[in-house]
């Protein structure tokens, strides 16, 4: 089977884009490849993190990963920080990177923005995640937009490697999801939907309860013409609430525009809050119930250990065809 890796930050509450455009993909891949997923906290304390708040979050991102259904039968599922090799095979990637091309990286350009001081961490975070990535000889790495940039450096410095050392490390394909993906801010459709944004209504978490969902989708900003039509450049925010209606009932942007001809957004509003809670709350019910039970903390410990044989391997040739003194 050719392989897949991909990682979330677990720097803030899971949203509904973060199920539509990546978990919900994990969930059918690890059927169609050989599967590791990961926790990437080593990533998020790339900027100040409250550790009490790291932790908790940590444990509720691997918890969601298993509740969506990710299956720790079928899938590595594990902490980053569980596996040294990733640290480890970071520092060797930052010394085959140029800093003009860690520069010229948009995701660094823009959190470091008006910033007067900038942290390293931030800036080799491309080396670290080309690590991840090199770790598990992964054929196919899910990708979004913002990250594509990341996964081209990867390439490069996977070929990089091989040309002075030797054939070591696969270059990876991205895997860019199919339309609709992509899922954008309820208040503003020129932005991602991110857990990250202070503003609460700006996204539905995956732990919000019922009631919480309806209001947010309620108050989801909408254009003045109250006809559901698709239309990405001229109807933005009803464009985007269509494509989430599309997500989780299953249903074709065509089949969404009959459904509702003749009606108004309050109606289209109803309908897809309901249809947000029918996917949500079932993952939430399991959720509660794998928290309670403490069984997460064996499925990361049974990931990790499948992560850090096919780890330790890699990280071992690398070193090896450096020049490194390996133990006897």
Not at 138 to 149: C, L, M, S, T
Not at 228 to 233: E, G, I, P, Q
Not at 276 to 294: F, H, N, T
Request: net charge negative.
């Amino acid at each position: 089977m050719k392989r897949v890796l991909s990682g979330i930050q677990p720097s803030g509450k899971l949203t509904l884009g973060n199920y539509l455009g990546a978990l919900k993909h994990f969930v059918t891949m690890q059927d169609e490849f050989e599967s590791y997923f990961m926790i990437v906290d080593l990533h998020a304390i790339t900027t100040p993190q409250d550790p009490a708040a790291l932790r908790e979050q940590i444990e509720s991102v691997a918890t969601l990963f298993v509740a969506a259904g990710l299956n720790p039968e079928k899938s590595s599922i594990f902490l980053q920080s569980h596996v040294s090799a990733h640290a480890e095979l970071g520092w060797l990637m930052t010394t085959m990177s140029y800093m003009g091309e860690l520069e010229r990286m948009t995701q660094f350009k823009d959190k470091s923005a008006g910033k007067e001081s900038i942290p390293t961490g931030l800036f080799v975070y491309p080396t670290l995640m080309a690590a991840d990535i090199l770790l598990y000889n992964a054929d196919f790495v899910p990708v979004g937009d913002d990250q594509k940039q990341h996964l081209e450096l990867t390439r490069d410095l996977a070929e990089r490697f091989n040309h002075r050392y030797g054939q070591t490390f696969h270059t990876p394909e991205p895997l860019i999801q199919k339309f609709g993906a992509r899922i954008m801010s309820l208040d503003d459709a020129s932005t991602k939907m991110s857990k990250s944004n202070p503003n609460e209504g700006s996204y539905v978490a995956m732990l919000d309860e019922p009631g919480k969902i309806r209001k947010k989708i309620k108050r989801a900003t909408t254009d003045s013409e109250m006809r559901v039509h698709y239309d990405k450049t001229n109807k933005p925010e009803i464009s985007n609430l269509m494509s989430i209606y599309a997500h989780c009932a299953g249903l074709t942007l065509e089949q969404i525009e009959q459904e509702f001809e003749g009606k108004g957004y309050g109606d289209f509003k109803k309908a897809l809050a309901e249809r947000v809670v029918e996917v949500l709350e079932p993952i939430q019910q399991r959720y509660e119930k794998l928290r309670a039970s403490g069984d997460i903390y064996d499925i990361l410990k049974l990931g990790a250990q499948r992560a850090e044989e096919t780890a330790q391997q890699k990280l071992q040739e690398a070193k090896e065809k450096m020049g490194f003194l390996l133990p006897r």
